[in-house]
Protein backbone atom coordinates (compact mmCIF):
# COMPACT_ATOMS: atom_id res chain seq x y z
CA UNK A 1 0.00 0.00 0.00
CA UNK A 2 2.98 2.55 0.80
CA UNK A 3 4.38 1.45 -2.41
CA UNK A 4 1.21 2.67 -4.73
CA UNK A 5 0.45 5.83 -2.38
CA UNK A 6 4.18 6.84 -3.45
CA UNK A 7 3.59 5.83 -6.85
CA UNK A 8 0.46 7.95 -6.46
CA UNK A 9 2.29 11.00 -5.15
CA UNK A 10 4.95 10.92 -7.82
CA UNK A 11 2.43 10.46 -10.90
CA UNK A 12 0.45 13.24 -9.49
CA UNK A 13 3.05 15.76 -8.86
CA UNK A 14 4.96 14.62 -12.17
CA UNK A 15 1.57 15.54 -14.31
CA UNK A 16 1.35 19.18 -12.10
CA UNK A 17 5.03 20.44 -13.21
CA UNK A 18 3.66 19.84 -16.75
CA UNK A 19 0.60 21.44 -15.70
CA UNK A 20 -1.88 18.64 -16.13
CA UNK A 21 -5.13 18.21 -14.27
CA UNK A 22 -5.12 14.60 -14.59
CA UNK A 23 -2.54 11.48 -14.68
CA UNK A 24 -2.87 8.85 -16.74
CA UNK A 25 -0.99 6.07 -16.08
CA UNK A 26 -1.48 2.08 -15.89
CA UNK A 27 -0.52 1.20 -12.66
CA UNK A 28 -2.61 3.47 -10.84
CA UNK A 29 -6.34 2.52 -10.30
CA UNK A 30 -8.90 3.86 -12.56
CA UNK A 31 -11.15 5.26 -9.60
CA UNK A 32 -7.82 7.92 -8.91
CA UNK A 33 -7.71 8.46 -12.58
CA UNK A 34 -9.69 11.57 -14.43
CA UNK A 35 -10.12 12.07 -18.60
CA UNK A 36 -6.68 10.60 -19.98
CA UNK A 37 -5.63 13.07 -22.85
CA UNK A 38 -2.83 12.60 -25.37
CA UNK A 39 -3.20 15.70 -27.16
CA UNK A 40 -1.75 18.81 -25.62
CA UNK A 41 -2.03 21.36 -28.03
CA UNK A 42 -5.30 22.75 -29.87
CA UNK A 43 -5.46 24.64 -33.06
CA UNK A 44 -7.26 27.64 -31.51
CA UNK A 45 -6.54 28.79 -28.04
CA UNK A 46 -7.68 31.46 -26.08
CA UNK A 47 -5.82 32.79 -22.82
CA UNK A 48 -8.30 32.31 -19.82
CA UNK A 49 -8.94 36.11 -19.16
CA UNK A 50 -10.86 36.28 -22.20
CA UNK A 51 -12.56 33.02 -22.07
CA UNK A 52 -14.05 34.10 -18.46
CA UNK A 53 -14.79 37.50 -19.92
CA UNK A 54 -16.63 35.70 -22.41
CA UNK A 55 -18.25 32.73 -20.87
CA UNK A 56 -21.12 32.71 -18.33
CA UNK A 57 -19.72 31.02 -14.94
CA UNK A 58 -21.42 27.57 -15.96
CA UNK A 59 -19.97 28.07 -19.43
CA UNK A 60 -16.29 28.24 -18.04
CA UNK A 61 -17.12 25.74 -15.42
CA UNK A 62 -18.14 22.81 -18.16
CA UNK A 63 -16.27 24.18 -20.65
CA UNK A 64 -12.52 24.71 -19.08
CA UNK A 65 -13.12 22.57 -15.69
CA UNK A 66 -14.63 19.51 -17.21
CA UNK A 67 -17.50 20.46 -15.01
CA UNK A 68 -21.58 19.09 -15.67
CA UNK A 69 -24.73 21.03 -15.40
CA UNK A 70 -27.89 19.88 -14.00
CA UNK A 71 -29.68 17.47 -15.48
CA UNK A 72 -33.10 19.09 -17.14
CA UNK A 73 -31.60 22.26 -16.56
CA UNK A 74 -29.89 23.01 -19.39
CA UNK A 75 -31.02 25.34 -21.91
CA UNK A 76 -31.18 23.27 -25.16
CA UNK A 77 -32.28 19.70 -23.21
CA UNK A 78 -35.74 20.60 -24.66
CA UNK A 79 -34.83 22.81 -27.37
CA UNK A 80 -36.43 21.73 -30.65
CA UNK A 81 -35.18 24.88 -33.44
CA UNK A 82 -33.90 23.76 -36.50
CA UNK A 83 -30.14 24.87 -36.72
CA UNK A 84 -26.48 23.82 -35.92
CA UNK A 85 -24.95 23.30 -32.61
CA UNK A 86 -21.56 25.04 -32.47
CA UNK A 87 -18.98 25.02 -29.28
CA UNK A 88 -19.70 28.15 -27.52
CA UNK A 89 -15.65 28.82 -26.93
CA UNK A 90 -14.34 28.73 -30.23
CA UNK A 91 -17.87 28.25 -33.12
CA UNK A 92 -17.06 25.31 -34.08
CA UNK A 93 -19.66 23.53 -35.46
CA UNK A 94 -20.40 20.61 -34.10
CA UNK A 95 -24.32 19.41 -34.15
CA UNK A 96 -27.11 19.13 -36.48
CA UNK A 97 -30.93 19.75 -35.15
CA UNK A 98 -31.18 16.88 -37.13
CA UNK A 99 -29.71 14.62 -35.17
CA UNK A 100 -30.69 15.89 -31.94
CA UNK A 101 -32.93 13.33 -30.27
CA UNK A 102 -34.71 13.23 -26.59
CA UNK A 103 -32.72 10.42 -24.85
CA UNK A 104 -34.44 10.85 -21.68
CA UNK A 105 -31.54 11.65 -19.74
CA UNK A 106 -32.07 15.22 -19.26
CA UNK A 107 -29.18 16.62 -21.46
CA UNK A 108 -28.98 17.55 -25.24
CA UNK A 109 -28.19 14.08 -27.15
CA UNK A 110 -26.72 13.78 -30.51
CA UNK A 111 -26.60 10.64 -32.70
CA UNK A 112 -24.32 12.00 -34.92
CA UNK A 113 -21.62 14.76 -35.59
CA UNK A 114 -21.50 17.34 -38.25
CA UNK A 115 -17.92 15.95 -39.40
CA UNK A 116 -16.26 13.06 -37.81
CA UNK A 117 -13.07 15.36 -37.14
CA UNK A 118 -15.03 17.68 -34.74
CA UNK A 119 -15.07 16.50 -31.80
CA UNK A 120 -11.67 14.58 -29.92
CA UNK A 121 -12.66 11.54 -27.73
CA UNK A 122 -10.71 10.64 -24.77
CA UNK A 123 -10.48 7.90 -21.74
CA UNK A 124 -12.60 8.97 -18.37
CA UNK A 125 -11.76 7.33 -15.51
CA UNK A 126 -13.36 9.99 -13.22
CA UNK A 127 -15.88 8.21 -10.39
CA UNK A 128 -14.40 4.79 -10.76
CA UNK A 129 -15.95 4.36 -14.15
CA UNK A 130 -14.89 4.39 -17.82
CA UNK A 131 -16.54 6.80 -19.95
CA UNK A 132 -15.54 8.48 -23.04
CA UNK A 133 -15.23 12.28 -23.03
CA UNK A 134 -15.73 14.48 -25.90
CA UNK A 135 -13.99 17.71 -26.29
CA UNK A 136 -14.20 19.73 -29.37
CA UNK A 137 -11.20 19.42 -31.61
CA UNK A 138 -10.53 23.15 -32.54
CA UNK A 139 -10.29 24.24 -28.93
CA UNK A 140 -10.61 21.43 -26.52
CA UNK A 141 -13.59 22.35 -24.17
CA UNK A 142 -15.02 19.59 -22.57
CA UNK A 143 -18.29 18.74 -23.94
CA UNK A 144 -19.77 16.14 -22.16
CA UNK A 145 -19.36 12.40 -23.16
CA UNK A 146 -20.49 9.42 -25.75
CA UNK A 147 -22.55 6.29 -25.01
CA UNK A 148 -22.89 3.31 -27.09
CA UNK A 149 -26.76 3.18 -26.47
CA UNK A 150 -28.08 5.54 -29.13
CA UNK A 151 -30.71 5.50 -31.80
CA UNK A 152 -29.92 3.89 -35.04
CA UNK A 153 -28.71 4.40 -37.90
CA UNK A 154 -25.61 5.08 -35.49
CA UNK A 155 -26.42 3.91 -32.18
CA UNK A 156 -24.58 6.14 -30.43
CA UNK A 157 -25.32 8.88 -28.22
CA UNK A 158 -23.47 12.10 -27.92
CA UNK A 159 -24.46 13.51 -24.14
CA UNK A 160 -23.58 17.17 -24.44
CA UNK A 161 -24.03 19.90 -22.24
CA UNK A 162 -26.22 22.81 -23.25
CA UNK A 163 -23.66 24.82 -21.27
CA UNK A 164 -20.83 24.23 -23.51
CA UNK A 165 -23.17 24.74 -27.17
CA UNK A 166 -24.04 27.76 -29.31
CA UNK A 167 -27.06 27.50 -31.38
CA UNK A 168 -27.21 29.26 -34.69
CA UNK A 169 -31.02 28.97 -36.15
CA UNK A 170 -31.38 27.67 -39.74
CA UNK A 171 -32.88 31.29 -40.41
CA UNK A 172 -30.11 32.78 -38.86
CA UNK A 173 -27.25 31.03 -41.30
CA UNK A 174 -29.27 31.79 -44.29
CA UNK A 175 -29.31 35.80 -43.69
CA UNK A 176 -25.69 35.43 -42.38
CA UNK A 177 -24.75 33.66 -45.44
CA UNK A 178 -26.63 36.56 -47.54
CA UNK A 179 -25.35 39.47 -45.30
CA UNK A 180 -21.48 37.80 -45.63
CA UNK A 181 -21.54 37.14 -49.24
CA UNK A 182 -22.59 41.39 -49.89
CA UNK A 183 -20.04 42.19 -47.42
CA UNK A 184 -21.48 42.56 -43.81
CA UNK A 185 -19.44 41.59 -41.20
CA UNK A 186 -22.01 38.36 -39.51
CA UNK A 187 -22.39 39.38 -35.69
CA UNK A 188 -22.74 36.43 -33.03
CA UNK A 189 -25.30 36.16 -30.68
CA UNK A 190 -25.71 37.18 -27.01
CA UNK A 191 -27.10 34.75 -24.31
CA UNK A 192 -27.44 35.24 -20.83
CA UNK A 193 -25.58 38.52 -21.32
CA UNK A 194 -22.27 36.87 -22.44
CA UNK A 195 -21.02 36.58 -26.19
CA UNK A 196 -21.39 33.41 -28.24
CA UNK A 197 -20.26 32.86 -31.30
Known amino acids: MAVLRRGLFVALHHALRQGRSSVCHPSLPAALLGPCRTKKTWPVSFSQEEIRKRLTPIQYH ?31 SLF ?18 VKEESITLSDDFSYGMHRVETTCSQCGAHLGHLFDDGPKPTGKRYCINSASLAFQSKDTASSTSSSTATGEAASSSVSNGKTEF
Not at 66 to 90: I, L, N, P, Q, W
Request: aromatic share 14%.
Open 96 to 113: SSKTKFDSGSGWPSFFDL
Open 62 to 92: VTQERGTESAFRGEFTHHKDDGTYACVVCGA
